[in-house]
């Protein structure tokens, strides 16, 4: 039986951890004054990519897969679904077959990776909503093209994003609930009553809410308050500090609660990268800045996300959430829809990390353990 010790951010007082088969078999109160916190591994529904890896790049192999795992592991990230945007429905299906081969390979992998995400194809077309995903293979949702996913990734697809302007949407969100695959409203310029249609249906979360929408919107109604409004819908943000304003971000937790708001990062290749100029095959020329704002270079516009997870949680203290609070949006809350992951408790898991606050507020990762191993 392994021992891991730390303070636990609910209550701040010293724990020590026991470990058996890769679960927790006890928890107990610690000995002596702990300096470093320990808590569940961070989850992430949405990330593209991370330090140069990327799942939507041509070509996807399995050892890019299991290489990008090992990078966000170090940030603290211990389950995540990996995100594919947008593409052909071949470059969709040759991605979900690189993921699942690597799962095949890698016993760590396959636990990290419980499933994929799909943010599209069948999104909103109109610049602005339609973010950085490319017009020419925006379509209609089709079950058919579904099922081809599912088989192409051994039934990983756990997550879709969707748009529910289109004819049909709440068909097609039923038919997915009922097979147990959550499904998002995203990148979408639909109505108010659209957005309640496919909550009807059975659409559970919000994909980057605030994110992916036109610059100008009614004042009312909109989609966004349509989805703030509604107390059955999870909404994911991205707290990078970048994507959200503070007083934005604040506004939507209220509505929200903390109980259905979820963190997510929605990094792209570049995460984790030196500060510079780079050539994206998303956006072109693109710059990242040393606070991991990545934009169009020469502009304010955004290109996409560049900061781990574990930098959102640490802008949400900043913000004046406490420890405890801010990591059950990036633990217990996102588990909920990976198979109720993300908990500190007898039984659960042993995926757990390790880690100290540093300086400048930033959480520094000291020990990372998935199902109780550190992938060395």
């Known amino acids: ?38 808590s569940p591994g961070l989850i992430d529904l949405q990330i593209n990519g991370y330090r140069g890896f990327d799942f939507n790049a041509d070509g996807l192999t399995p050892q890019v897969v299991i290489e990008l795992a090992r990078s966000v592991l170090g940030t603290g990230v211990t ?38 995400h799909i943010e599209g194809p069948s999104i909103s ?42 004819k049909g949407s709440a068909s097609y969100i039923a038919a997915l609930a009922a097979q147990g695959v959550h499904v998002s409203i995203g990148h979408t310029h639909c109505t108010a009553d659209a957005i309640r249609a496919a909550v009807d249906a059975g659409a559970y979360l919000s994909t980057h809410l605030g994110n992916g929408v036109a610059d ?11 989805q703030l409004a509604d107390d059955r819908l999870t909404a994911m943000l991205i707290a990078d500090g970048h994507h959200l304003p503070a007083d934005t971000l604040q506004v939507m937790l209220r509505a929200k609660g903390m109980d259905r708001a979820i963190l997510v990062s929605d990094s792209v290749a570049l995460a984790g990268m030196a500060a510079g100029i780079y050539q994206a095959a998303v956006g072109g020329n693109v710059e ?9 270079s020469g502009t304010s516009y955004l290109a996409g996300a560049a900061l781990p997870l574990k930098d959102g949680v640490a802008n949400m203290i900043r913000n ?50 998935v199902q109780g191993t550190e992938w060395i």
């Not at 951010?9 to 020590?16: A, D, F, L």
């Not at 100008?216 to 349509?226: G, K």
């Not at 990976?338 to 100290?356: C, M, N, P, S």
């Open 125 to 166: 077309s109109e610049d602005g909503p339609r973010g950085a995903h490319p017009q020419e293979h925006i379509r209609p949702p089709s079950l058919d093209e579904f099922e081809r996913w599912q088989e192409a990734s051994e039934g990983l697809v756990r997550l879709v994003t969707l748009s529910p302007h289109f």
């Open 79 to 116: 389950t995540f679904l990996p995100t594919i945007i947008t593409q052909s429905e071949e470059r969709i299906v040759a991605a979900l077959r690189a993921i699942a081969t690597a799962r095949r390979m890698h016993r760590l992998v396959a636990h990290m990776i419980p499933g994929v």
């Open 320 to 369: 004046g959430i406490s420890l405890g609070s801010a990591l059950k949006l990036a633990t217990e809350n996102p588990g909920r829809f990976v198979k109720g992951r993300g908990t500190l408790q007898v039984g659960a898991d042993a995926d757990l990390i390790r880690f100290h606050i540093d300086d400048q507020g930033s959480l520094a990762m000291e020990k990372q353990l």
């Open 288 to 296: 990242l800045n040393e606070q991991g704002r990545l934009s169009l």
């Open 216 to 226: 100008r919107l009614p004042r009312h109604p909109n989609m966004i308050w349509a």
């Open 1 to 38: 039986m392994d021992l891991i010790t730390g303070r636990d951010p609910r209550t701040g007082r010293s724990i020590e951890v026991e470990i058996e088969d890769g679960v927790i078999a006890g928890i107990h109160e610690g000995a002596g004054k702990q300096t470093a916190w320990l």
